[in-house]
Every structure is written in structure tokens, then in C-alpha cells.
């Protein structure tokens, strides 16, 4: 659905291709939520939940920046690496590259790592649909809103009961 409706100023190939880059950007979010974490902030502060945000877009930043890379040398599109198998092998490669020592060394890991993400590509998939759907479902037991032993919750069926003082 558009509102881009005179065909001489948008012609259908150019929408096109615009729903597909916003799909790539879909995707990118995707990708922060899921892989990165971001789904749910878990600082309270604004001043916290700011350097969070922070440091997982720098985090994100980073990979695509090793992403580009590794898709400059061999002349790999950059739409066939995976962010997540990036982010796997970026780790793995940094323990690599802390214990190298020389300079001839780092390059050598850094060489291998870029090599690695260019031979492991995504095939390309047109016309693939994903569905809108969320994947976790939540818990269906009650909030915990006082201390634990004032709260002591016995689950019968769907009937929550607490169970008689002894006294």
C-alpha cells in the first residue's frame, strides 16, 4: 500500500526497491532486538537506559563496520553476510587476536577472520516471506510484588490461593 500514486514521478521499479531497502532496515532492527538484546532495556535510570542504547549501537556499528570489511575484499554483496554468524565469529576472533603479539600476527587473524566471513554467505532467498508474529510468549504467573515469604503462591489449575497461616 502506497500513497505514491502519479507512475511518471514514482515509477513501480523504484517503489519496489525501496520496500526492499526498507525491509534491509527491518531487518538491521531485527538484528538489534534479537541477537544484540535490545528486545527489553534492563536499566531503570534514563541516564542508564541512554548508555545502553549507546553501547549496543556502537556494538552494532562495530560488526557492520567488520561486515564491510570483509565484503570489500573479495567482492561479496553485503546483503549475503549474516550479522549473526559476523558477531559469533567476531568473538571467537577476538580472543585470537589478544593473544597475538606482533603486528605480523594480528594482521594474519584479522586477514583470516575477514576470510572467514566472506566464504560463510547467506544464500539469496527473493520472494521470501517471514511472518508477523511475536515468538515468546509470556509467563502466565503473577507479578511478585511483595517479599517472597509474605507471597508464598500455590498454583492450582488457573486458581491462585494462598495457603492458611499456621498459628
Known sequence: MTTLLDPGEYPAAT???TYLRRWRIELCLDDLKTVLGLE????KSPAMIHRELLALLVAHNLVRAVMASAAREP???LAQLSFTGSLDALLSFAA???QATARAQRRRVWAGLLARL???LVPLRPGRHEPRAVKRR???YPHLNRPRRDDRVVRHGTRFRRPAKNT
Do not use: E, K
Not at 527489553?40 to 536499566?43: I, S
Open 15 to 17: 517503489v519496489a526497491a
Open 40 to 43: 527489553a532495556l534492563r536499566c
Open 75 to 77: 567482492a561479496v554483496a
Open 96 to 98: 585470537a587476536s589478544a
Open 118 to 120: 566472506a566464504a560463510d
Open 138 to 140: 509470556p509467563m502466565s
